[in-house]
């Protein structure tokens, strides 16, 4: 038996080799085809669409704040800076030019009028003399302000004055500077009153336009208030025909106003002067009607 098998053809053995290889290279092949190929690493990014990136890793992710919610919250960060702070000096400053008083800080005044005429004055002047009076107020409030007043007040003498001094004319005047503190006192859009008290300066002068006084004579009470006695004597160098004297003293007076328009008023008031220098005195009461504004 052995002996047959060894002597079986070598073509037979040949040809049951192929039918093997045939029959396993098919089944390789059918394998291959049902099981596809995974590409390999390196060349999987390359096959990969360009449009997409690559994305990073969570914990490589910077997040961005929303562009929306930042701006809101920048706008508030100065505006909550703003409320706490405090206004500067210069924002204090508008706001006090805008808010107005109803007040002018300035106001103006002239007017005219006559004098009444009151102690040892009375005895040689006669009352009625013409005035011209010019003044400016500084308001630092509604109600209160200083005022500062020039005012001129013409002495005409009495007949028995002049002859005392034995003289056919003369003039005399009184320039008057005064400085008062004013009180207004609002009473209606219209109406309107203001007090005035303070000091003043007198200088009192005249001439005679002639004399037959003879110098060296004893003085009488015109030669006194006239103011040239010397040693109670008429001077002997006769110079007394002309008289020139400062006085202080004070004024006190009230007035009354009464708008006319928006920034006009007119006005009416009295006061009473009264000056003194070496026992010597004038004493007026002027009355005034001017405009104020």
């Not at 052995?2 to 093997?20: D, E, G, H, N, Y």
């Not at 003044?135 to 013409?154: L, M």
């Not at 009184?174 to 008062?180: G, H, I, N, P, R």
Request: hydrophobic share 35%.
């Amino acid at each position: 038996m052995i002996q047959k098998f060894v002597t079986v053809p070598a073509c037979r053995a040949v040809s049951v080799v192929m039918f093997l290889a045939t029959v396993l290279a098919g089944a390789s092949l059918v394998s291959a085809q049902q099981t596809p190929a995974q590409p390999p690493p390196s060349d999987s990014s390359q096959s990969e669409p360009q449009s997409a990136p690559a994305q990073p890793a969570p914990s490589q992710q910077i997040p961005t704040p929303p562009a929306q919610t930042s701006q809101p919250q920048a706008q508030q960060q100065p505006a909550e800076q703003s409320s706490g702070q405090e206004p500067s000096d210069e924002e204090l400053g508008q706001r006090r030019k805008v808010k107005s008083h109803d007040y002018k800080n300035w106001n103006f005044n002239a007017g005219g009028g006559a004098s009444l005429t009151n102690g040892t004055t009375k005895d040689f002047v006669r009352g009625g003399g013409g005035i011209a009076a010019a003044g400016v107020a500084r308001n630092t409030s509604k109600y209160f302000g200083f005022r500062v007043d020039f005012q001129f007040d013409d002495l005409p003498l009495r007949n028995s004055a002049l002859k005392l001094a034995q003289a056919p004319s003369a003039t005399s005047y009184v320039f008057s500077l005064m400085f008062d503190p004013i009180i207004n006192i609002p009473v209606s859009k219209q109406w309107s009153a203001y007090i005035v008290f303070g000091p003043s300066y007198y200088h009192r002068g005249g001439k005679l336009d002639s004399s037959t006084e003879i110098p060296g004579s004893a003085c009488n009470g015109f030669w006194t208030w006239w103011g040239v006695c010397s040693a109670a004597t008429v001077p002997l160098s006769g110079k007394f025909l002309s008289a020139s004297q400062d006085e202080f003293g004070y004024n006190i007076g009230a007035g009354v106003a009464r708008r006319i328009r928006p920034n006009i008023e007119i006005y009416g008031e009295i006061r009473y002067l009264h000056g003194t220098h070496g026992g010597i005195t004038t004493d007026l009461r002027p009355i005034t009607v001017g405009l104020r504004w």
